[in-house]
């Protein structure tokens, strides 16, 4: 399972062998049965993620109650609660296990000793969260942009995966739209 997180760093600056074996000494592997609520709003993100395998949602919960999805992870993506992660404050989202998942993990304080010890391990934090930020504001772009159609449309050709794990309520908040009115779009496109 290291092994895969490594590819993905020596894609975007190569470890040496001792930094990886520090940083890897560092991640420890974590299970989520179907249905786990990961991470609970108000409880401080204690670690970066990655996931070997299986699928995330978070979310937040809108003033009347309901919970709206912000993204889904799957294999080979990491997730926080980044928020949280930084600034060491309550978590203002939920994460929950779409399915059996398991994760790679490293803890802020673990993490931190890493950035401490490593030019290129601070490098990968600062890629990865350039990622993450340019990741977020392609969603908003696509939130602002598109039509609702367009955006399952979207979401169909990215992550065809999703939809025999989401619950469709949840992929309609996700694409901002009612449950209603995605039937509708679900309808039009397979006529």
Not at 4 to 24: H, M, N, Y
Not at 36 to 48: D, F, R, S
Not at 119 to 143: P, V, Y
């Amino acid at each position: 399972m290291k092994e895969r997180i490594r590819q993905i760093f020596d894609s975007q600056a190569l470890l040496t062998d001792e930094e990886w074996e520090i940083f890897g000494s560092k991640l420890e592997t974590k299970s989520f049965s179907k249905g786990e609520i990961i991470l609970m709003e108000g409880q401080v993100e204690q670690y970066l993620s990655f996931i070997t395998s299986g699928t995330i949602r978070q979310f937040v919960y809108s003033d009347k109650g309901e919970d709206v999805s912000m993204c889904f992870c799957s294999d080979n993506s990491f997730f926080s609660s980044y928020s949280s992660f930084i600034t060491r404050q309550p978590s203002k989202t939920c994460t929950e296990a779409l399915d059996d998942v398991e994760v790679l993990r490293i803890s802020y304080d673990n993490l931190q000793d890493c950035y401490g010890l490593s030019h290129t391990g601070e490098r990968l934090g600062r890629i990865n969260a350039e990622l993450s930020l340019s990741f977020k504001e392609d969603r908003e772009i696509m939130l602002l942009t598109m039509s609702a159609q367009e955006r399952y449309v979207h979401l169909l050709e990215n992550n065809p995966r999703l939809l025999g794990l989401v619950k469709l309520e949840h992929i309609a908040t996700y694409l901002g739209i009612t449950p209603q009115s995605l039937s509708r779009i679900r309808r039009a496109i397979t006529v």
